[in-house]
């Protein structure tokens, strides 16, 4: 009852063009059925993001930690809450980041948990830079 | 099925067989001379009540199978197909799904009778066991059977359920890719849930089966709990047991038949009429009505993996209970205390139920987590003891001494008190759409509202022109064939005219011998076209967001009525809030918002959108379209006669649905009144 051959290979890496995406500003792309949001934050994001007393964190994590260095102004996260998977609104909440609206759950703009019942961050997914404008996700 | 059986049919046939196998004997043994003790109430009717709904679930699920096609992409067009072209599609479809809710229902009385009735003492341990495992798999049949019409509530349902076991340690993510079948919900996870959607009401009926097999063993409990001890305890199972029952399914089937076919939608959720989408989550995912007090014990609890232990023990606890309670009294008819603490835990349910409805925040978390802890303390502090400490009242010695001690007191109106416990039990539902500080639309009359509502053939007639000429620039209307204008119960076209209103469009066909795509004129086969090729197409002509199709509009927008407003909906089968909100919507257009509020650039000001900030411009204006009946053209006239179009649109059956109800009801009226002479007749001698 495994993933078939066929999904798997559905699930092959994809290439994201960031261009287009103007600073404050995300798009939402889809790599094996789930939403991956990538946020191009702004100098304020970035700040609130790395302000926050990272021990006081339900789930600790540094802002560092969760982006490629060199990139700090890009956000690359699955959005889907990790309470019971809801996809979270960007650019909603108190957090300038996410708001789950299942069940209140609110993300920071480093897509941490911050406030509500989920347990942990928004994953990262696996992605590299392949150039500075584009990333391979996968 | 409790040893060799007596029975000797005449017929030397019969006779062949049963010396080869004693099929025969065994039906007879259990389902004619088996002593049923003399007292059991209507509350006892519920077995074969349920044993009904099973069949019936069986049989329409079947059928629907039949027609229907589980893939993510087809699955939503195929069930609304079944309901619009299947010869009496829309009645199997409301059978099977209104048959669910019934289902659990029915289970929920017989579950609570049990439990107040002590069914689960000794000798009935394993008969009690066996009904929590049932219970169990119609929980994982109903769920798996709300995801396949693969609306957005079924889509965002099976999201936040299959999460659930992610909260195992280790094994959790293995378990929810086992249960996707890829890397989240999709086609694959359709295609598993319809399998065991099929293959679970069988392992149903197997486990009933053990059921009755168990039931039959240590014969029924009864309200007085003690064993019957004489023959005059007890009657044969036909005819006098077979007749209650009889009178008891009639009259469940007229509260079944309320919901088929005058309120197939009241325990539903609007959301469901939209298509799946992965990439946008409803405002508000709430379960089916029936898991309601297990939703709201999960979401009680802060920590994860203790939510969903609490929610899976709420019911596993059940399995324990004939050791949690050890009290000798059977029946809580002989346990002053006892019986107080049953209604106060009914009422915690139902309490549960209601907050597993509403969002979670303030004041609803915090009762839920009271509730939550009532639930447990129930099983696990007050019935150990109780056991203990209560002073049972004497029980008589035989069921005949407690029929004479009864006698001259009337049997419970079991109508009455279904409905009462329906009305409390449906207190539970209520389809919370996000609708703050949005107004709620006015109310409306409506020529297809009630129980005799039918379409207003001009309104529908004039609404079609106002789709065509207004709507359909913008919004397409995907469900809609030409040919359904001449459908009976419609706008009451001729074929003619509905051949002559297709030819008018051009319709794209093809391939030809050449390979190209070509043009033609619209027949009456064809659907309505589209008025962008692509929902990407449609949604970069419309500032991002591609307008919604029209064809079930009606029905996939709702707005919360409130308690008690929504019970009283019940009686009065008020089912208009898509209509009701479609009119006010197009009405609701405002050129000056009111002081302090801004919509965003590219957006509309409207009363009764939620947010008020719409996409939509304002689309209808006095006198824009022209109509040849002499009616008012003005802005209120054109929502009013295109949103009873929408309503036909949504609903093409209506009429048909309502009329057939009419004709049922009258039989079932006439079938229960007999059943119930019948049965007076029967027991007319053993009381």
């Given at each position: 009852?495994?993933?078939?051959?066929?999904?798997?290979?559905?699930?092959?890496?994809?290439?994201?063009?960031?261009?287009?995406?103007?600073?404050?500003?995300?798009?939402?792309?889809?790599?094996?059925?789930?939403?991956?949001?990538?946020?191009?934050?702004?100098?304020?994001?970035?700040?609130?993001?790395?302000?926050?007393?990272?021990?006081?964190?339900?789930?600790?994590?540094?802002?560092?930690?969760?982006?490629?260095?060199?990139?700090?102004?890009?956000?690359?996260?699955?959005?889907?809450?990790?309470?019971?998977?809801?996809?979270?609104?960007?650019?909603?909440?108190?957090?300038?980041?996410?708001?789950?609206?299942?069940?209140?759950?609110?993300?920071?703009?480093?897509?941490?948990?911050?406030?509500?019942?989920?347990?942990?961050?928004?994953?990262?997914?696996?992605?590299?830079?392949?150039?500075?404008?584009?990333?391979?996700?996968? | 099925?409790?040893?060799?059986?007596?029975?000797?049919?005449?017929?030397?046939?019969?006779?062949?067989?049963?010396?080869?196998?004693?099929?025969?004997?065994?039906?007879?043994?259990?389902?004619?001379?088996?002593?049923?003790?003399?007292?059991?109430?209507?509350?006892?009717?519920?077995?074969?009540?349920?044993?009904?709904?099973?069949?019936?679930?069986?049989?329409?699920g079947?059928?629907?199978?039949?027609?229907?096609?589980p893939?993510?992409?087809?699955?939503?067009?195929?069930?609304?197909?079944?309901?619009?072209?299947?010869?009496?599609?829309?009645?199997?479809?409301?059978?099977?799904?209104?048959?669910a809710?019934?289902?659990?229902?029915?289970?929920?009385?017989?579950?609570?009778?049990?439990?107040?009735?002590?069914?689960?003492?000794?000798?009935?341990?394993?008969?009690?066991?066996?009904?929590?495992?049932?219970?169990?798999l119609m929980m994982a049949t109903g769920f798996m059977g709300y995801v396949l019409p693969w609306?957005?509530?079924s889509?965002?349902g099976a999201?936040?359920i299959t999460?659930?076991?992610?909260?195992?340690?280790?094994?959790?993510?293995?378990?929810?890719?086992?249960l996707?079948?890829?890397?989240?919900v999709?086609?694959?996870t359709l295609n598993r849930f319809f399998s065991l959607h099929y293959l679970l009401p069988?392992l149903i009926?197997?486990?009933?089966?053990?059921?009755?097999?168990?039931?039959?063993?240590?014969?029924?409990?009864?309200?007085?709990?003690?064993?019957?001890?004489?023959?005059?305890?007890?009657?044969?199972?036909?005819?006098?047991?077979?007749?209650?029952?009889?009178?008891?399914?009639?009259?469940?089937?007229?509260?079944?038949?309320?919901?088929?076919?005058?309120?197939?939608?009241?325990?539903?959720?609007?959301?469901?009429?939209?298509?799946?989408?992965?990439?946008?989550?409803?405002?508000?995912?709430?379960?089916e009505?029936?898991y309601?007090?297990?939703?709201?014990?999960?979401?009680?609890?802060?920590?994860?993996?203790?939510?969903?232990?609490?929610?899976?023990?709420?019911?596993?606890?059940?399995?324990?209970?004939?050791?949690?309670?050890?009290?000798?009294?059977?029946?809580?008819?002989?346990?002053?205390?006892?019986?107080?603490?049953?209604?106060?835990?009914?009422?915690?349910?139902?309490?549960?139920?209601?907050?597993?409805?509403?969002?979670?925040?303030?004041?609803?978390?915090?009762?839920?987590?009271?509730?939550?802890?009532?639930?447990?303390?129930?099983?696990?502090?007050?019935?150990?003891?109780?056991?203990?400490?209560?002073?049972?009242?004497?029980?008589?010695?035989?069921?005949?001494?407690?029929?004479?001690?009864?006698?001259?007191?009337?049997?419970?109106?079991?109508?009455?008190?279904?409905?009462?416990?329906?009305?409390?039990?449906?207190?539970?539902?209520?389809?919370?759409?996000?609708?703050?500080?949005?107004?709620?639309?006015?109310?409306?009359?409506?020529?297809?509202?009630?129980?005799?509502?039918?379409?207003?053939?001009?309104?529908?007639?004039?609404?079609?022109?106002?789709?065509?000429?207004?709507?359909?620039?913008?919004?397409?209307?995907?469900?809609?064939?030409?040919?359904?204008?001449?459908?009976?119960?419609?706008?009451?076209?001729?074929?003619?005219?509905?051949?002559?209103?297709?030819?008018?469009?051009?319709?794209?066909?093809?391939?030809?011998?050449?390979?190209?795509?070509?043009?033609?004129?619209?027949?009456?086969?064809?659907?309505?076209?589209?008025?962008?090729?692509?929902?990407?197409?449609?949604?970069?002509?419309?500032?991002?967001?591609?307008?919604?199709?029209?064809?079930?509009?009606?029905?996939?927008?709702?707005?919360?009525?409130?308690?008690?407003?929504?019970?009283?909906?019940?009686?009065?089968?008020?089912?208009?809030?898509?209509?009701?909100?479609?009119?006010?919507?197009?009405?609701?257009?405002?050129?000056?918002?009111?002081?302090?509020?801004?919509?965003?650039?590219?957006?509309?000001?409207?009363?009764?959108?939620?947010?008020?900030?719409?996409?939509?411009?304002?689309?209808?204006?006095?006198?824009?379209?022209?109509?040849?009946?002499?009616?008012?053209?003005?802005?209120?006239?054109?929502?009013?006669?295109?949103?009873?179009?929408?309503?036909?649109?949504?609903?093409?059956?209506?009429?048909?649905?309502?009329?057939?109800?009419?004709?049922?009801?009258?039989?079932?009226?006439?079938?229960?009144?007999?059943?119930?002479?019948?049965?007076?007749?029967?027991?007319?001698?053993?009381?």
């Open positions: 009852m495994n993933p078939d051959a066929s999904t798997i290979a559905a699930g092959a890496p994809i290439e994201v063009d960031l261009s287009p995406v103007a600073e404050g500003q995300d798009i939402k792309v889809f790599w094996r059925g789930k939403p991956i949001y990538i946020s191009h934050r702004t100098k304020k994001q970035i700040d609130e993001a790395r302000a926050v007393n990272v021990a006081s964190l339900p789930d600790p994590q540094s802002d560092e930690a969760r982006v490629k260095s060199g990139h700090e102004q890009w956000l690359v996260v699955i959005g889907i809450c990790t309470h019971l998977g809801c996809i979270p609104i960007a650019h909603e909440g108190n957090y300038d980041g996410f708001f789950c609206p299942c069940h209140g759950s609110q993300y920071d703009s480093s897509g941490r948990i911050r406030q509500g019942p989920a347990p942990a961050n928004l994953p990262v997914p696996p992605y590299t830079f392949v150039s500075d404008t584009k990333i391979q996700i996968g | 099925m409790s040893g060799p059986s007596e029975f000797k049919p005449n017929n030397p046939a019969l006779q062949w067989i049963e010396r080869r196998l004693p099929i025969l004997g065994l039906m007879h043994s259990s389902f004619v001379a088996y002593p049923t003790p003399r007292n059991l109430n209507y509350w006892y009717t519920f077995g074969a009540i349920l044993s009904m709904m099973l069949g019936v679930q069986i049989l329409t079947v059928i629907l199978a039949m027609h229907y096609t893939h993510a992409d087809l699955a939503f067009k195929s069930v609304e197909l079944i309901v619009r072209d299947v010869n009496y599609g829309w009645l199997l479809r409301n059978m099977h799904a209104c048959g809710s019934m289902f659990f229902f029915a289970v929920y009385i017989h579950m609570l009778r049990g439990l107040y009735y002590g069914s689960y003492k000794e000798p009935r341990e394993v008969l009690w066991i066996l009904g929590v495992i049932i219970y169990l609306g957005q509530m889509f965002w999201t936040v999460n659930l076991f992610s909260a195992v340690p280790y094994v959790g993510e293995s378990i929810v890719t086992l996707w079948g890829g890397y989240s999709g086609n694959p069988f009926a197997g486990v009933v089966v053990l059921h009755v097999w168990a039931l039959h063993v240590a014969g029924q409990n009864n309200p007085d709990g003690v064993e019957p001890k004489t023959p005059k305890d007890t009657v044969a199972f036909t005819p006098y047991a077979t007749i209650k029952d009889m009178f008891g399914v009639s009259c469940f089937l007229l509260f079944y038949a309320w919901f088929i076919f005058y309120m197939p939608n009241y325990l539903g959720d609007a959301d469901n009429y939209i298509p799946a989408n992965p990439g946008v989550t409803p405002p508000h995912i709430v379960p009505w029936y309601l007090p297990f939703y709201a014990i999960l979401r009680s609890i802060p920590n994860k993996l203790a939510g969903v232990i609490g929610m899976f023990s709420a019911i596993i606890i059940l399995c324990f209970l004939p050791w949690l309670d050890s009290a000798r009294t059977r029946s809580s008819k002989y346990r002053p205390l006892a019986k107080q603490f049953f209604w106060i835990f009914v009422v915690v349910c139902v309490l549960l139920g209601y907050l597993g409805a509403q969002p979670p925040e303030g004041i609803y978390v915090v009762a839920g987590r009271v509730l939550t802890v009532c639930y447990f303390a129930y099983f696990l502090i007050v019935l150990p003891l109780l056991s203990r400490i209560e002073k049972p009242r004497p029980v008589p010695n035989s069921i005949s001494e407690a029929i004479l001690a009864n006698s001259g007191k009337a049997v419970a109106s079991v109508a009455v008190t279904l409905v009462a416990a329906g009305a409390l039990l449906l207190g539970s539902l209520g389809d919370a759409r996000a609708s703050e500080g949005t107004d709620k639309p006015p109310g409306n009359k409506w020529s297809f509202a009630g129980p005799f509502g039918k379409f207003d053939r001009g309104a529908l007639q004039r609404g079609l022109k106002v789709y065509k000429e207004v709507c359909s620039n913008c919004h397409s209307l995907n469900y809609i064939a030409f040919r359904n204008l001449a459908d009976p119960g419609g706008p009451g076209y001729t074929a003619a005219q509905a051949a002559a209103f297709a030819a008018e469009y051009k319709v794209k066909d093809g391939p030809n011998e050449q390979g190209d795509m070509f043009e033609r004129p619209g027949r009456t086969a064809d659907y309505f076209p589209s008025p962008f090729p692509n929902e990407q197409a449609a949604a970069a002509a419309n500032g991002g967001k591609a307008p919604p199709d029209l064809s079930l509009i009606t029905k996939a927008r709702s707005y919360e009525r409130g308690f008690p407003q929504f019970i009283f909906d019940f009686f009065t089968q008020f089912q208009e809030q898509g209509p009701n909100y479609v009119d006010a919507l197009l009405q609701g257009f405002e050129d000056n918002p009111p002081e302090g509020v801004t919509v965003p650039e590219g957006t509309y000001y409207n009363k009764y959108y939620p947010g008020h900030a719409i996409k939509m411009p304002k689309p209808l204006s006095d006198g824009q379209v022209t109509y040849d009946d002499g009616s008012p053209t003005t802005v209120a006239q054109y929502a009013k006669d295109v949103t009873t179009f929408l309503m036909w649109t949504a609903e093409p059956h209506m009429e048909a649905r309502k009329r057939l109800g009419f004709q049922v009801f009258i039989f079932l009226i006439i079938f229960a009144g007999l059943m119930y002479f019948t049965k007076k007749k029967v027991w007319a001698d053993a009381h």
